[in-house]
């Protein structure tokens, strides 16, 4: 073999690694991005108890509302388990939605101390999720960027490579809360 046709072959070689490590360090950056993702929903998870406990104070008669609180968080928890990031985000959305449109209706609630810390703790912990989505969605968008790419493409069809999906705003998260029909559907 002349040296020529090996460095040739040695060029593409080492064009292959690159594109290769590229690809694997892009999966790497979504995986890390999730990871950030689902600390900061198990997070907000863990925050339902202190608020549903904190809206039974004041809103006992609520029982209902306040069961089915609690039915969706453990719903969103099993979501979590399987790795379904995306319903779980939903269903604790559509949890934390249902708590803050009660408290409207309970003034006194809404200036309770320890119901204003724990708001404080979900807006803090909705502003670094809302940070990790984004992040996790640019990974996704560069990782889906170089897997349809030339010729990165002919490495990611060989090796497997899908496109991800983004984190996408559901038709529930989007919805404005009907308080009215909130209360309505609790029987009170």
């Known amino acids: 073999m002349s040296t020529n046709m090996m460095l040739f072959f040695g060029a593409v070689l080492l064009i292959v ?5 590229s690809l694997v360090s892009k999966k790497n950056e979504i995986e890390n991005a999730l990871g950030a993702v689902h600390t900061f929903l198990k997070k907000r998870t863990e925050l339902i108890p202190n608020l549903v406990a904190t809206v039974k104070q004041f809103a006992s008669h609520e029982s ?9 968080r453990a719903e969103a928890q099993k979501s979590l388990i399987k790795g379904d990031i995306q319903a779980a985000d939903a269903q604790v959305s559509q949890v934390l939605g249902r708590i803050v449109a009660v408290a ?9 101390e320890n119901f204003l810390s724990l708001q404080a703790s979900l807006n803090e912990i909705e502003e670094q999720l ?3 989505r984004r992040t996790y969605n640019a990974a996704v968008v560069q990782y889906n960027n170089a897997i349809e790419k030339v010729p990165t493409v002919i490495i990611a069809s060989v090796l497997g490579y899908k496109r991800k999906q983004v984190f996408a705003v559901t038709a529930a998260e989007a919805a404005p809360v009907d308080v009215a029909k909130l209360f309505n559907s609790t029987g009170s």
């Open 130 to 132: 809302s940070a990790a």
């Open 17 to 21: 690694i690159l594109m290769y490590n």
């Open 104 to 112: 409207e209706a309970y003034p006194e609630l809404k200036s309770n």
């Open 64 to 72: 209902k509302l306040l069961t089915d609180l609690t039915n969706t």
